[in-house]
């Protein structure tokens, strides 16, 4: 299984960018979660929202929400991350997972695939 994160860059506060998340490796019929993580600079890695594989149910933590997005395309394997009204304390690496068991959670160590981050910052 391998996840792949695109979409990070330089963007001004109150900027918009989307994230996205390519998944391979798993079986059609296989049943799992996608959960976004992000971790600044000497700290520890969070997770900041996560999506259901039965029915797209979503969840966010207070820090984002109504700014953030999470949506999938379940043709392409993709997850994305709308972000919206982006603020200096965005500024990370953001990292996608994927849990096997199909349990959407905020908790790291609930996932057993990663991929590479994608740096975003949000600065003028």
């Known amino acids: 299984v391998q996840l792949q994160a695109s979409g990070g860059g330089l963007v001004q506060p109150g900027g918009s960018l989307r994230l996205s998340c390519v998944v391979s490796?798993?079986?059609?019929?296989?049943?799992?979660?996608i959960g976004w993580f992000r971790q600044a600079p000497g700290d520890e890695r969070e997770g900041i929202t996560c999506?259901?594989?039965?029915?797209?149910?979503?969840w966010y933590v207070d820090s984002v929400k109504g700014r953030f997005t999470i949506s999938r395309d379940k043709t392409k394997n993709t997850v994305y991350l709308q972000m919206n009204s982006l603020k200096p304390e965005d500024t990370a690496v953001y990292y996608c997972?994927?849990?096997?068991?199909?349990?959407?959670?905020?908790?790291?160590?609930?996932?057993?695939?990663w991929g590479l981050g994608t740096l975003v910052t949000v600065s003028s």
């Open positions: 490796g798993f079986s059609p019929d296989d049943y799992y979660a």
């Open positions: 997972a994927a849990d096997r068991e199909g349990t959407p959670s905020m908790y790291v160590v609930e996932y057993d695939y």
């Open positions: 999506i259901s594989p039965s029915d797209d149910s979503t």
